[in-house]
């Protein structure tokens, strides 16, 4: 049977955008596909700001180190209150959601964007894929990259420290914006990637995405609540809402899908922020 078409929603658009999948020739992705060959998704997400931080946008940009191959973006139907502080730096209000598709629509077309490659989010604790794979049957089978672990490793920065990404495109001299819209979060995500790949070839050697995962190990993240710690230590391994997705050791299929976007955004810059969460998945309260 087929599914039912999705309709995404850009910020800014005047009219929802039918999802569509477009084949890319692309190998399988796994430890020993050089980087060159390699196949990347940027993921970038804005919240309401408030536990258990629905999904308001997602962002993406599916990329090769070479240059850009497509991109993702939609809006979030989510009903759930908006935090004022959150909304004056995403600029996301109830009015620009109206007719969005609802989260699990949007993270369906996301995964199908995403299928096989390697996630990369500027995300010290893994919350944006954590908040895209919060709620599924099986964790993301995804490899996962965090830009700031790379950058701490590339640009020998304090191990405490957790550089911002407007921070990164200053130092590393990226022609982009962040703007705490999803998209340009992640196109400027993806931009310093690639530039603090080019450095770790030539200082570390690397040569095959599992040069890259064998040196940057995925932090595992107790999310949940203070008062709730005890009775979840009893809890079985990977019980929800305990811990970020473990990321596993081989990614997914080869693949197959991306999709047009709309043209890329210039916006403002401004300081990044990130949190721990805990709760119900995706865009709609639970």
Not at 172 to 192: I, K
Request: aromatic share 6%; hydrophobic share 45%; proline share 9%.
């Amino acid at each position: 049977m087929k599914s039912k078409p999705v309709f995404l929603k850009p910020r800014g658009a005047a009219a929802l955008v039918p999802w569509e999948e477009i084949a890319v020739d692309a190998p399988e992705v796994g430890p020993q596909t050089p980087l060159d060959q390699a196949q990347f998704v940027a993921l970038d997400v804005e919240t309401t700001g408030n536990a258990p931080f629905l999904v308001l946008e997602i962002g993406a940009e599916r990329f090769r180190l070479e240059g850009t191959l497509s991109f993702f973006d939609t809006l979030v139907d989510c009903r759930a209150p908006i935090n004022p502080y959150a909304r004056k730096r995403h600029h996301i209000d109830r009015a620009m959601l109206i007719g969005a598709p609802e989260f699990k629509d949007a993270r369906r077309a996301f995964l199908r964007f995403a299928q096989g490659a390697v996630l990369v989010e500027h995300s010290h604790d893994a919350f944006d894929t954590w908040l895209v794979g919060r709620g599924l049957e099986s964790p993301l089978e995804h490899p996962i990259i965090d830009t700031t672990a790379l950058a701490r490793l590339v640009l020998d920065l304090p191990k405490g420290q957790t550089p911002g990404l407007a921070r990164l495109v200053a130092e590393l001299a990226v022609d982009v914006t962040p703007a705490h819209a999803a998209l340009d979060d992640a196109r400027a995500t993806a931009m310093v990637f690639r530039a603090l790949i080019a450095r770790a070839r030539a200082t570390l050697g690397w040569i095959a995405v599992g040069d890259v995962l064998a040196a940057l190990p995925r932090p595992i993240v107790d999310r949940t609540a203070p008062s709730r710690r005890g009775s979840a230590a009893g809890q079985a391994p990977g019980a929800r809402g305990r811990t970020a997705q473990p990321r596993s050791a081989e990614p997914a299929a080869t693949p197959r899908a991306t999709s047009r976007a709309p043209s890329a955004r210039r916006g403002r810059s401004s300081r990044r922020r990130r949190s721990g969460s805990s709760g119900s998945p995706g865009g709609s309260p639970a």
